[in-house]
């Protein structure tokens, strides 16, 4: 059973900078799609970035270009480098670990328990 814990989130301004941070423990990390997802207060889930042990990552709609996402299968870490940040981003920030790349959370089979990004205006 993979088991996931995100850090890295906080308050910042607009225009400023969070690397988000989700370490797994136990598991085939590197066999899975790391993905990461984002709910906004009163909103759905929404998809942001994707990326699995190989090829290119896929981005959620407005992300791509200000977010970057990353793996270092080494020390079962994933990343997402958030720059540009807009009030709009606020959210809880959630990784995944699933068995395909894709922005559907189907095949995402364990999740962490969130967390929070506010960026203030």
């Known amino acids: 059973q993979v088991q996931l814990v995100e850090s890295g989130g906080g308050l910042v301004q607009a225009g400023g900078s969070l690397r988000l941070n989700c370490v797994a423990s136990?598991?085939?990390?590197?066999?899975?799609?790391i993905g990461w997802f984002r709910r906004a207060p009163g909103k759905e889930r929404e998809f942001v970035a994707a990326?699995?042990?190989?090829?290119?990552?896929i981005y959620g709609d407005s992300m791509e270009g200000r977010f970057t996402i990353s793996r270092d299968d080494a020390k079962n870490t994933g990343y997402l480098q958030m720059n540009s940040l807009k009030p709009e981003d606020t959210a809880v920030y959630y990784c995944?670990?699933?068995?395909?790349?894709?922005?559907?959370?189907?095949?995402?089979?364990?999740w962490g328990p969130g967390t929070q990004v506010t960026v203030s205006a």
């Open positions: 995944a670990a699933g068995t395909s790349l894709t922005s559907s959370v189907t095949p995402y089979f364990a």
């Open positions: 136990a598991g085939s990390f590197s066999r899975y799609t």
């Open positions: 990326l699995m042990w190989s090829g290119y990552p």
